[in-house]
T-cell receptor
């Protein structure tokens, strides 16, 4: 079974704080993803990593950065959290090819006050 | 550009009724993959099925079935004898398979259909 875990299910932070969201997969997948999900807007890709230390911007990278130092771990960083980053954040991983299935973690519901 | 449309925003059915969730897609590629995911209230997106563009056979898995029709660019999902545990948001998604490797990442999701099964 593919297992993708996220460090927190719920997180509350204050405006201006630096926030780290962690994602770990145990299936030796090459690719990992960060999405945010908002009502009415669906899922939007923030960043994508196709290998260790490699990353690409998705559709909405502004205000976020990522880190992938090890294959199994992909971190999303909010350098200075703002209220408009209150959202559900979903991490996913897949083997390697675009045709492969993406498997998702349980999500982190982040509230920025 | 690829696009996925799930025209039904919300559906309510009574338990044991059958329900079909519609998915219409747009793509210029001849090679592509279609997916369905389920998102229960807990929030996790659960993978249900993947289908490639060269396989138009319908698929059945227990109470779930999928009808893929290239002629109408549709990949509809039917739940037979619905149960309360089927209550969730269901997402259809598309990836174009003509290119893979670094930089190839697009999985386009529809906006989702919220299914409520009433006891």
């Amino acid at each position: 079974d593919v297992k993708v875990t996220q460090s927190s299910r719920y997180l509350v932070k204050r405006t201006g704080e630096k926030v780290f969201l962690e994602c770990v997969q145990d299936m030796d997948h090459e690719n990992m993803f960060w999405y945010r999900q908002d009502p009415g807007l669906g899922l939007r890709l923030i960043y994508f990593s196709y290998d260790v230390k490699m990353k690409e911007k998705g559709d909405i990278p502004e205000g976020y950065s990522v880190s992938r130092e090890k294959k199994e771990r992909f971190s999303l960083i909010l350098e200075s959290a703002s209220t408009n980053q209150t959202s559900m954040y979903l991490c996913a991983s897949r083997v390697a090819a675009v045709t492969d299935t993406q498997y998702f973690g349980p999500g982190t519901r982040l509230t920025v006050l | 550009a690829q696009k996925v449309t799930q025209a039904q925003t919300e559906i309510s059915v009574v338990e044991k009724e059958d329900v079909t969730l519609d998915c219409v897609y747009e793509t210029r590629d001849t090679t592509y993959y279609l997916f369905w995911y389920k998102q229960p209230p807990s929030g996790e997106l659960v993978f249900l099925i993947r289908r490639n563009s060269f396989d138009e056979q319908n698929e059945i898995s227990g109470r779930y079935s999928w009808n893929f029709q290239k002629s109408t660019s549709s990949f509809n999902f039917t739940i037979t004898a619905s149960q309360v545990v089927d209550s969730a948001v269901y997402f259809c998604a598309l990836s174009e398979g003509g290119y893979s490797g670094a930089g190839s990442y697009q999985l386009t999701f529809g906006k989702g259909t919220k299914l409520s099964v009433i006891p």
